[in-house]
C-alpha cells in the first residue's frame, strides 16, 4: 500500500492511498463514507490525518480501509476534491539513525575520498590492486562493521520533502547524494530480538543523506567525534510516498535504484548483499534503548549510489532525481545563497 500525507484545495491536509494509479484523500471520503450510514471507528478518523497513526493502527482498522477503498470503487461519481500540485514530508521524523549496510559502498566511497584529497595515497592503492588483483587491507571496514550493524544520530529536524529546495552548506565544495531506503518505525519496541524487531518496521521511504564530502575528510582526521556532524547534518531529504512494509520487506533485497543529476542517468545500484539483515539492525538500535513511533532508521548508499563513488560532484543549482523500483521517487534541488 502507497501512503502520502496531501494538501488539499481548502488547504487542509490529509493521508492519501494510492487505488488503481489514483489518490484517495481519506478524510472527505471518510465523510461521505458517513453520510452513506457507514461507521468509523475513531483510530480510523486519527489515521485519516495522521502517516505514523495509521502504520500504527493498521492490523486493527485493515478492514475499515479495505472497505472505504471498496466504497470509492462503488461509487465512481463520488465528488473527490482536488489535491494541490505540492509534495510534503509524509511525517515529522522524531529521530534519525542513520546506518551502513553494504562493504561495497564503504570501499567504494573510501577509496573515491582518497582518491579527491589524498591523491599520493591514491597512487599506492591503485598499483597495489594492479599488482594483486584485490583491494587494499586498508579500503575494508573496521571490524565493528561486521560484528554489528553500526550507525550514527543524524539531524532528524533538518528533513526536506520532496521537491523542495536544499541549501547548499556553505562551509563546503564538495557536496554529495547519497541513495538510501528510510525505515519507518510504527510500534514502540524494546531489547527487541530481530525477530521481534522487524515487525516494529511499518513502512519504507526513500531517503537522500545529502553529505559534504570535504568535511568529512576533516573531521575524520581532526575531530575526536568523527565525519558525521557538520559533513552530514546539514540536510536529508524524505520521499512523499512510503509503502507499507507488508509489501515491500518481503523483496527489499531485491530492488534496483539509479540517481538523475539535471535529467542524466549518473548512478545505479541493487539492494543486494546487506551485512546485516533488517531484523538486527532495528534491534541493535533498541540495545538498552526504547524506540517509538516516527522514529527513521537509514540503510546507509547501496553500492554505487554515491558521487564519491564514481567521481562525480554535485554543483550548485543541480537537481538530484532518486528513484528506487517499487517505492518511486525523490528529486531536490541544490541551491546556494
Excluded at 557536496?175 to 518496521?201: C, Q, R
Aim: proline share 7%; glycine share 6%; with cysteine.
Amino acid at each position: 500500500m502507497q501512503l502520502k500525507k496531501v494538501r488539499l484545495e481548502d488547504g487542509t491536509t490529509t493521508i492519501a492511498i494510492c487505488r488503481n494509479n489514483q489518490w484517495i484523500p481519506l478524510s472527505p471520503v471518510l465523510h461521505q463514507y458517513q453520510a452513506a450510514g457507514n461507521s468509523i471507528s475513531k483510530k480510523m478518523q486519527e489515521a485519516a490525518t495522521d502517516l505514523i497513526l495509521l502504520l500504527m493502527h493498521r492490523p486493527e482498522i485493515e478492514m475499515e480501509i479495505q472497505a472505504i477503498l471498496k466504497f470509492v470503487q462503488d461509487h465512481p461519481s463520488l465528488s473527490m476534491p482536488a489535491i494541490r500540485p505540492e509534495a510534503l514530508l509524509p511525517f515529522n521524523p522524531l529521530s534519525f539513525r542513520d546506518f551502513m549496510l553494504w562493504e561495497k559502498h564503504y570501499m567504494q566511497s573510501k577509496l573515491g575520498l582518497v582518491r579527491q584529497f589524498k591523491p599520493a595515497a591514491a597512487r599506492m592503492l591503485t598499483f597495489y590492486q594492479k599488482l594483486t588483483g584485490k583491494p587494499h587491507p586498508s579500503l575494508k571496514p573496521p571490524k565493528m562493521f561486521y560484528e554489528v550493524p553500526v550507525y550514527y544520530m543524524g539531524n532528524h529536524i533538518q528533513f526536506y520533502a520532496d521537491g523542495a529546495e536544499v541549501r547548499w552548506p556553505s562551509y563546503s565544495q564538495f557536496v554529495d547524494y547519497e541513495l538510501e531506503l528510510a525505515l519507518i518505525i510504527a510500534h514502540p519496541i524494546y531489547n527487541a530480538t530481530p525477530e521481534e524487531a522487524v515487525k516494529a518496521i511499518g513502512g519504507v521511504a526513500i531517503l537522500n543523506d545529502f553529505s559534504a564530502r570535504d568535511t568529512q575528510v576533516k573531521e575524520f582526521f581532526e575531530s575526536p567525534f568523527g565525519p558525521v556532524v557538520k559533513a552530514k547534518n546539514f540536510g536529508s531529504s524524505l520521499s512523499s510516498v512510503v509503502v507499507t512494509a507488508d509489501e515491500i520487506l518481503p523483496r527489499l533485497e531485491s530492488l534496483s535504484a539509479r540517481v538523475y543529476v539535471n535529467g542524466v542517468l549518473w548512478s545505479e545500484g541493487e539492494t543486494t548483499g546487506m551485512a546485516h539483515s533488517l531484523g538486527e539492525v532495528v534491534a541493535y538500535a533498541t540495545l538498552e534503548e526504547r524506540l517509538i513511533p516516527g522514529e527513521v532508521l537509514g540503510t546507509g548508499t547501496l553500492p554505487g549510489c554515491a558521487g564519491v563513488e564514481i567521481g562525480r560532484w554535485l554543483r550548485p543549482g543541480d537537481v538530484v532525481r532518486l528513484e528506487v523500483d517499487g517505492i518511486g521517487t525523490l528529486e531536490n534541488r541544490l541551491v546556494k545563497d
